[in-house]
């Protein structure tokens, strides 16, 4: 069984910078993907970014897109999430997710394994 476990969240600032991270247990995901979503109260869960395990492809979503940058150490079997320029609209539970193999990354749908998520709240 595989299980992520998301770490990092927290109380930060408008311009203000957090990273999180995503550990995965269980089996690797040498030919996956892995990827982060938000939902913010009310609204529904949407796509952040997610990298491709073996290449290291990356995709963001336009509203984050050059202020978060995803990673990954297939050594550690990590996904880090680097978080910058932060502004109130980014508050939200974040999530880790993992799918195999190359084929999809935006939608929800598109994934197996959750982890169980992590509150990011951005100050004003």
């Known amino acids: 069984q595989v299980q992520l476990v998301e770490s990092g969240g927290g109380l930060v600032q408008a311009g203000g910078s957090l990273r999180l991270s995503c550990a995965a247990s269980?089996?690797?995901?040498?030919?996956?993907?892995m990827g982060w979503f938000r939902q913010a109260p009310g609204k529904e869960r949407e796509f952040v970014a997610a990298?491709?395990?073996?290449?290291?492809?990356?995709f963001y979503s336009d509203s984050v897109k050059g202020r978060f940058a995803i990673s990954r150490d297939n050594a550690k079997n990590t996904v880090s999430l680097q978080m910058n320029s932060l502004k109130p609209e980014d508050t939200a539970v974040y999530y880790c997710?993992?799918?195999?193999?190359?084929?999809?990354?935006?939608?929800?749908?598109?994934?197996?394994?959750w982890g169980q998520g992590t509150q990011v709240t951005v100050s004003s």
């Open positions: 997710a993992a799918k195999s193999g190359s084929v999809g990354y935006r939608r929800t749908s598109d994934y197996d394994y």
């Open positions: 990298i491709r395990w073996s290449s290291g492809f990356t």
């Open positions: 269980g089996r690797t995901f040498s030919s996956g993907t």
